[in-house]
């Protein structure tokens, strides 16, 4: 039987198309540049897919000054009735909040601000339906983290402060929510005892990419290149739909960025 999933219903996202400057967009390595061609077919199959799951999809322009705008995820948090603007911790990506504000002012009710010099990314934010969870990070600090908890009291969600593993971009580049108990993680970050009390799947070594996967209603999207990690998920009566991550992946990105979802 399947478990409750209700952290991972949604109905509603924005996304934002990508500029010709994803090439351009943040990587820690000196890899080679993602195809501009190849990022937006990519984007276009997780519309598809997110369309195909039952959300209806908002789709901003494309931000030329701002190369890694298509990952939404980063600058806002977005909640049934209530947005929060963060701050990304990184300077390049800074102008990309108040590029989203007006779209979550059109959407939401209630707005909040992450206030300056405190710095969090939504890649960061682990959203359960117990409490919101917060990895500190090269991005997310604890200034950041302390505001945001500030914020989500008043929502009425706790928060929960824990430690993104070193060298790794986000708390989420190395899990995701599966359903209301069950998270995929890798195993560096399970090791760390974060998800106590959760169900956890840990990915296999060499597919540490598909914990970043998305449940969104039935559908669960995880990166095409994590055959095993799908067979294990499918073998756990989850429905897995691969999304080709290759070109997003050279600069850092994997699914959940792409995306900022709710339930109105
Ligand atoms: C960056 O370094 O900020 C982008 N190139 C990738 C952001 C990925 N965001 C996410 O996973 N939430």
Known sequence: MSKAASACRFNRAIVRLPGES???????GSGENPSYTGVCNEHQAYIAALQAAGVEVQILEALEAFPDSVFVEDPALVFPGAAILLRP????RGGETAAIQDALEQQFECIYAIPPGCFVEGGDVL????????GLSSRTNIDGADALGKIL??????????TTPPAVLHFKSDCGLLDDETVLATEQLAKTGVFKGFDQIITPVGE??????LRINNIVLLSDQCPRTAETLDRRGYTVAPLSTTEIGKIDAGLSCMSLRWLD
């Open 127 to 134: 959203v359960t339906p117990s409490k919101v969870m917060i």
């Open 153 to 162: 009291e008043k929502l009425g969600r706790s928060l929960e402060i824990v």
């Open 89 to 92: 911790g990184t300077a390049a």
């Open 22 to 28: 994803v090439i351009n967009g943040l990587r820690a």
């Open 208 to 213: 540490e990419a598909a914990a970043n996967a």
